[in-house]
């Protein structure tokens, strides 16, 4: 029960249309999610393979959320809509994560083992984001908004993009989960190409200014031979 009133103090503190704990209980499909997925994963981790899929099979269809019974997920998961969102058998999600519709936690193939991510503490999946392959996504990273990850994201880091890229957080350490900030995410390849445009500025004004002198001279002998 403990487990449960902190996840209904999650839904609380971090969704804004959410009114009280008896409705985020009664309506909001990542509860039930959770806790279907918590009778899963005890039937999985004791041989009862068919049961697990079948109550997560079912947890699927009365929730859109697809959670494998053998995936580990920490306490005080928030998932908010939830819709879409697939979770695969050895996929592992830390505490306090805050996780959209859309996102999935996949594989790249048909590896045996480990093939799923490791989602830290702390960790923002923003909407229809993409975490693919065996490897981590540090404590406190935020994925953004259809990013898709190949490689591993280092703590308190933001990944853009497709393929993703990293862009660090110099000496700031955030609470993307707490401020539940999906928009104020920096393009690096953006950055890249608004200094190449502003060079390509600089050049152009710079040969304006160098060959302008030359033109004058070119018209003013040009006028003179004519004359």
């Not at 049961?51 to 997920?73: C, D, M, N, V, Y």
């Not at 975490?131 to 990013?147: S, T, Y």
Request: aromatic share 6%; net charge neutral.
């Amino acid at each position: 029960m403990s487990h449960l009133s902190e996840t209904l103090a999650a839904y609380q503190a971090r969704d804004p249309a959410a009114r009280s704990k008896l409705e985020i209980f009664l309506l909001y499909p990542g509860v039930h999610a959770t806790l279907y997925h918590q009778a899963a994963h005890f039937c999985y981790c004791h041989k009862m393979k068919f049961l697990a899929r079948t109550i997560s099979q079912w947890s699927r269809f009365w929730t859109g959320i697809e959670i494998h019974p053998g995936a580990k997920i920490g306490r005080r998961l928030v998932i908010d809509h939830g819709m879409g969102i697939v979770i695969g058998e050895t996929a592992e999600v830390g505490d306090d994560c805050l996780i959209y519709h859309g996102v999935t936690l996949g594989g790249t193939g048909k590896d045996q083992g480990k093939r799923h991510p490791t989602i830290g503490n702390n960790v923002l999946l923003s909407t229809g984001s993409k975490v693919l392959g065996p490897f981590k996504v540090g404590d406190g990273a935020r994925i953004a908004a259809n990013a898709v990850v190949l490689k591993e994201i280092p703590e308190n880091a933001t990944a853009v993009g497709v393929p993703a890229r990293v862009v660090r957080i110099a000496g700031e350490k955030t609470n993307f989960v707490g401020d539940v900030d999906q928009v104020s995410v920096t393009d690096p390849v953006q950055k890249e190409l608004e200094a190449i445009n502003s060079r390509l500025t600089w050049l152009e004004n710079y040969l304006d200014r160098t060959h302008q002198p030359e033109e004058k001279k070119d018209r003013k002998e040009n006028q003179h031979e004519a004359v």
